[in-house]
């Protein structure tokens, strides 16, 4: 079962968009701490910096990205390019070290939209 929790174009205003973008990662991410422990991310087509971000959680153990996901990833980050748009999402598996609060506030200037998947 997919929660989808959708942030519309109009959350990226600021201040308002700030707290919007926050509060519906906060929200995807508790439901998927308590279930299958993974949501699955969009990017947002101008956030291809904050890729490097996601790499980094993988790579430090915090969250894991299975192995194409991962291929793609870094493609796009040396590139600078998405390719496809299937590129910018990607199913995240928050682990153990997870940090709710270090997560949102890396990820709330780079998501499109977060799908929680319990």
Do not use: C
């Amino acid at each position: 079962m997919l929660t989808l929790v959708y942030v519309s174009a109009e959350s990226h205003i600021p201040n308002r968009g700030v707290n919007a973008m926050k509060t519906q990662i906060t929200q995807a991410v508790r439901v998927a701490l308590v279930g299958s422990h993974k949501v699955k991310v969009t990017f947002r087509r101008e956030a291809i910096f904050e890729v490097s971000y996601l790499l980094g959680m993988a790579k430090s153990g915090i969250v894991q990205l299975n192995n194409g996901t991962e291929t793609t990833l870094r493609v796009v980050a040396q590139s600078r390019d998405w390719g496809d748009d299937q590129n910018r999402t990607a199913t995240v598996t928050l682990m153990n070290q997870f940090d709710e609060d270090w997560f949102v506030e890396r990820m709330y200037r780079a998501l499109e939209k977060i799908e929680a998947i319990s």
